[in-house]
């Protein structure tokens, strides 16, 4: 690839769908399969990124080249990125990370037995792990996070972005609809990438490769 433009710089990219366990052999979790950070990851590599691939329970294969970090739950991620963000020069949290996790994990097989008809989870936030960073912001790493929707309408959708964007405090975020066939899974992606005003700064639709492109070209 001609474009070594990401040559000498360190990008952290988090990628793939948190588990929160309930018991030994259950778990919470959502359908993101890790495609469009790996995407990322292989475009980021591709332009001479030295990347650390923050991986929560993936579909697809993580690059070869990259520096592969596996993760489990939502905290194991948040101690990953931390770790790895300290000396990073980009972060992507391009993960679906469990908002919540159960606030008990059971020792054994919950049985239906115990439970009867009906069954309560409590469970117990989980923290921001992009505000977090956002918040200890170090000068000169550039922070990018992403908001997944399930919004039909367009303005809302975008009104949603832009109030996730001032929670989140990053310097873009880039927002995708998701839903039963959109976003999750599939090979294809359409984003709205917001700067830290809510301004559009970009809009792309494609493969998840050529989405990931554009947010380099962004990120460059
Ligand atoms: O993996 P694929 O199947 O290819 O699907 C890709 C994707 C749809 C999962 C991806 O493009 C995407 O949108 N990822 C973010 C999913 C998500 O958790 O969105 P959110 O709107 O709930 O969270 C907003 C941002 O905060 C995200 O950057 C997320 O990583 C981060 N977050 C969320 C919760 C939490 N406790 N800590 C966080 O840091």
Redesign the pocket.
């Known amino acids: 690839d001609p474009r070594r433009d990401l040559a000498g710089k360190h990008v952290v990219i ?4 948190t588990r929160e366990p309930l018991d030994p052999v259950r778990f919470l979790g959502n ?7 790996v995407a990322l990851a292989q475009a980021a590599l591709a332009r001479g990124a030295w990347v650390t691939l923050i991986a929560a329970n993936l579909e697809v294969p993580a690059p070869a080249s990259a520096d592969v970090r596996r993760v489990g739950t ?1 905290l194991e991620l948040d101690a990953a990125v931390t770790d790895a963000a300290a000396h990073a020069d980009v972060v992507i ?7 919540y996790r159960p606030a008990a994990v059971r020792a054994d097989k919950i049985k239906k037995d115990d439970t009867g008809d009906s069954l309560l989870l409590e469970l117990t936030r ?6 977090g960073l956002a918040a200890a912001g170090r000068p000169g790493r550039l922070l990018i ?5 399930t919004e039909p309408d367009a303005d809302r959708l975008l009104a949603l972005g832009r109030t ?1 964007m001032a929670r ?1 405090g990053c310097d873009f975020l ?1 927002l ?1 609809r ?1 839903g039963w066939t959109e ?3 599939s090979d294809r ?1 359409e984003i709205t990438v917001l700067d830290r005003r809510g301004d559009i700064v970009c809009e792309a639709s494609g493969s ?1 490769l050529s989405v990931a492109e554009r947010i380099l070209d962004l990120i460059v």
């Open positions: 988090t990628a793939g769908g359908r993101s399969s890790g495609k469009q950070g939502a949290m391009a993960a679906a990370v469990a908002d989980n923290p921001d792990i992009l505000a996070g992403f908001a997944a929707e996730k989140k880039v995708n998701v976003g999750f899974a992606n998840k």
